[in-house]
């Protein structure tokens, strides 16, 4: 899904009200303002306000590139009443929340576990497992991605040299953390024809210098950079 796809799904909850995580500060949305590129909505104390599509855009890349986004974190500095895009977020029926550290957090889900207007606490195993992955994500010093023919063939020598079972992310992309490292092990078939089987880092630099695609993997978006016996993945 591109984030253009997240603002259709969001137009089909206008004129819905939403509840909030948060007692007390449920929202009426009352329009998406394309041209203006912002959210119209009326607050539980019946003022209009409005908020715009770039912050639904970084909650968005959050959850696409982390198991998990605290929306206060996500938007520091942005402004207040930050509960409102949040709650527009988690009315989708796709996203789900919980806490941790006594924090809000949403999740993106595989597929939808909820009705659009409202909320879905997720359940504790979940919660657990997105966590750990949240654990591993801060302490994760670098990523390495690895383009394969054969996942099962793949999946099954990492397995043997480290030891540790690669966990399944979506079909055809497994993952697994290791002294700091996440590796991300991934089908061919998932991306487009010109990126080669091989292990790509995966870098922080300019978008302008890919000498090659954008591919998404599990709705993340990399730069192929493939020049003087270099192999990165740049980030966006």
Not at 153 to 167: Q, S
Request: net charge negative; hydrophobic share 40%; charged share 25%.
């Amino acid at each position: 899904m591109i984030f253009d796809e997240l603002i259709n799904d969001i137009e089909k909850m206008v004129g819905l009200e939403l509840e909030s995580i948060k007692p007390g500060a449920n929202i009426i949305l009352t329009g998406v303002d394309r041209t203006a590129k912002r959210i119209e909505l009326i607050t539980s104390a019946g003022k209009e306000k409005t908020r715009p599509f770039s912050e639904l855009k970084k909650i968005w890349d959050k959850l696409c590139s982390s198991p998990a986004a605290h929306v206060d974190s996500v938007l520091g500095g942005s402004g207040s009443s930050r509960n409102q895009p949040e709650t527009i977020m988690a009315n989708l029926p796709y996203i789900e929340w919980f806490f941790m550290d006594s924090k809000k957090h949403l999740a993106l889900m595989k597929e939808s576990t909820h009705d659009y207007g409202t909320l879905f606490r997720m359940d504790e195993v979940t919660a657990i497992e997105i966590k750990d992955k949240l654990s591993n994500a801060e302490n994760t010093a670098c990523e390495v991605v690895i383009v394969t023919e054969d996942i099962k063939v793949t999946a099954a020598a990492y397995e043997k040299v480290t030891g540790i079972p690669l966990r399944p992310v979506s079909l055809g992309v497994y993952e697994q953390y290791k002294d700091k490292v996440r590796f991300i092990i991934v089908s061919k078939s998932n991306l487009n024809d010109q990126v080669k089987a091989g292990t790509y880092t995966v870098v922080t630099g300019k978008a302008s210098i890919s000498t090659g695609p954008s591919i998404f993997i599990n709705e993340r978006e990399f730069l192929l950079f493939n020049e003087g016996g270099l192999q990165f993945l740049i980030s966006k």
